[in-house]
């Protein structure tokens, strides 16, 4: 690998927010799991999780684009993604169209943040809701009802990515050494 490689690298890697992340639940088509992956990518989310139960059949397997350089977790349940991500301090919000749900352009995502996005059908689920702090939605003033789920999220994580820049969140290291390390060994470093 040459320097300028290794540079690239490192200067992207040196961006990565772990305290940001994305939750998927049941979201199973591949094309939109891709799409998803690949905004967490370009926004700096170091680890995205998912949710798949088994009656959506997924069948992405691990082929989620991006995958190389965004961590993926996946869990058997959502009960078990939330505990873990509560664990790590962060507010759950749920992408939700509901009348208790708040414009996602008023939320603080400076905040250490984890947000959910549903199925493709049938949106999240109702532990989901249960669980997670804070419905936000993404106001709709069209005939259709919701937006596909990769085009949500982009909007969304670009919001986080607008408001942490300003807050000066890209200029420090978050990512452990060690783990910086490790992803650029297992792409191909030195
Ligand atoms: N009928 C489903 C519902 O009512 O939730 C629609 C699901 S939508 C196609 C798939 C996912 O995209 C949702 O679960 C949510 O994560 C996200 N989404 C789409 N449009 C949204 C919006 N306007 N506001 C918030 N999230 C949205």
Request: aromatic share 6%; with cysteine.
């Amino acid at each position: 690998m040459s320097p300028e490689r290794y540079q690239r690298i490192r200067s992207v890697l040196d961006k990565r927010q772990t305290d940001l992340t994305v939750c998927l639940e049941n979201v199973h088509k591949p094309h939109n799991v891709s799409a998803v992956v690949r905004t967490c990518d370009a926004v700096g989310i170091h680890r995205v999780h998912t949710v798949w139960e088994k009656k959506y059949q997924f069948r992405g397997g691990t082929a989620m684009g991006s995958q190389d350089w965004v961590r993926q977790t996946n869990h058997d349940n959502i009960g078990s993604a939330m505990d873990t991500l509560k664990a790590q301090n962060m507010q759950v919000l749920v992408t939700h169209l509901s009348d208790s749900a708040i414009d996602f352009r008023d939320v603080d995502y400076t905040k250490p943040t984890a947000i959910l996005f549903g199925q493709e059908k049938y949106g999240a689920t109702d532990e989901a809701i249960g669980l997670a702090d804070q419905d936000i939605v993404i106001p709709m003033m069209g005939m259709v009802q919701s937006l596909n789920v990769s085009v949500a999220a982009a909007l969304v994580l670009y919001e986080a990515q607008r408001q942490r820049t300003i807050a000066g969140m890209y200029n420090n290291q978050q990512l452990p050494e060690e783990e910086c390390q490790a992803l650029a060994f297992q792409n191909g470093y030195p």
